[in-house]
């Protein structure tokens, strides 16, 4: 038990320093994927709310930070995101396909936007328009982040059942 606590504790780690140190880095539409969010909605539909909720406090806490915005809009972010992530999961999207996968990337992404942008209202005075329209962007590129991996599993699952 103690092992596998201290695993996820290093992956929460490794991940919010990808995210931090190398995602944020890439030139424009790539810096604005949000792996860890791509990630919290794996963790929710392969291994569960109690497991995303865990990470997404984890996370949400490393972001806290290195952020300028006042503590507690990334942790809030990232736990409302989940929250209603799984409620769409377990009440709308119940088949969980690709696709599912795709649409609740796509609606957590927005939901998470909106989220930080009501923060940033809120706390920031000077709300530029680009803020708002690189929630396009994220949506497609976090989109993307679902559909790789999720295909990898899937060929990676055909080529097993081919060798039996």
């Known amino acids: 038990m103690t092992a596998k606590i201290i695993t ?13 140190a190398l995602v944020s880095g890439l ?21 569960g709310f109690n497991f995303a909720a865990w990470w997404a406090v984890g996370v949400g806490f490393l972001f806290e930070i290195f952020s300028f915005l006042p ?5 809030i972010g990232l ?15 119940t088949n969980r396909s690709l696709y599912s996968f795709l649409a609740l990337t796509g609606l957590a992404t927005v939901i998470y936007g909106l989220i930080i942008n009501f923060f940033v209202l809120i706390f920031v005075e000077q709300l530029t ?4 329209l690189l929630l396009s962007h994220m949506i497609v590129l976090r989109s993307v982040g679902v559909t790789i991996p999720a295909e ?3 060929v990676k699952a055909s080529s097993t059942d081919i060798s039996r």
Do not use: C, D, E, K
């Open 8 to 20: 996820n504790i290093i992956l929460i780690i490794s991940l919010s320093v990808v995210q931090i």
């Open 71 to 75: 503590f507690g809009a990334f942790l």
């Open 129 to 132: 328009i680009s803020h708002h």
């Open 152 to 154: 990898i599993m899937r």
């Open 27 to 47: 030139p424009a539409p790539a810096g604005n994927l949000n792996l860890a969010l791509v990630v919290l909605i794996f963790i929710l539909g392969f291994s």
């Open 79 to 93: 736990s409302l995101t989940v929250i209603i992530a799984n409620w769409l999961l377990n009440y709308f999207f």
